[in-house]
Nanobody, 124 residues
């Protein structure tokens, strides 16, 4: 069984910060690359950030570069999404995803396992 669980969403004022957490578990959990995606009402799901299994390689969408980071703690089988300088346009449901490969990708269809999502609302 593979399970992905994210948490940490909430309401924050523009310019503020928020941290999301995600854990993926399963028989090959130690080899999972993981990423974050988000979807706002009426918009397509979009890539946010991803990290490979070792934690040495990360990817960020242009819209969040310099504001978000995606640290990984393999000892806890957990990744975070640290979100700073939040904008109203960051409001969305944020999804954590995992795939049973070492390398991360920026494409949602290349991830096999998904959490249920956590709502982030940024008020302006």
């Amino acid at each position: 069984q593979v399970q992905v669980v994210e948490s940490g969403g909430g309401l924050v004022q523009a310019g503020g910060s928020l941290r999301l957490s995600c854990a993926a578990s399963g028989r090959t959990f130690s080899n999972y690359a993981m990423g974050w995606f988000r979807q706002a009402p009426g918009k397509e799901r979009e890539f946010v950030a991803a990290i490979n299994w070792s934690g040495g390689i990360t990817y960020y969408a242009d819209s969040v570069k310099g504001r978000f980071t995606i640290p990984r703690d393999n000892a806890k089988n957990t990744i975070n999404l640290r979100m700073n300088s939040l904008k109203a346009e960051d409001t969305a449901v944020y999804y954590c995803a995992a795939r049973d490969y070492i390398d991360a990708t920026t494409k949602d269809y290349e991830y096999s396992y998904w959490g249920q999502g956590t709502q982030v609302t940024v008020s302006s």
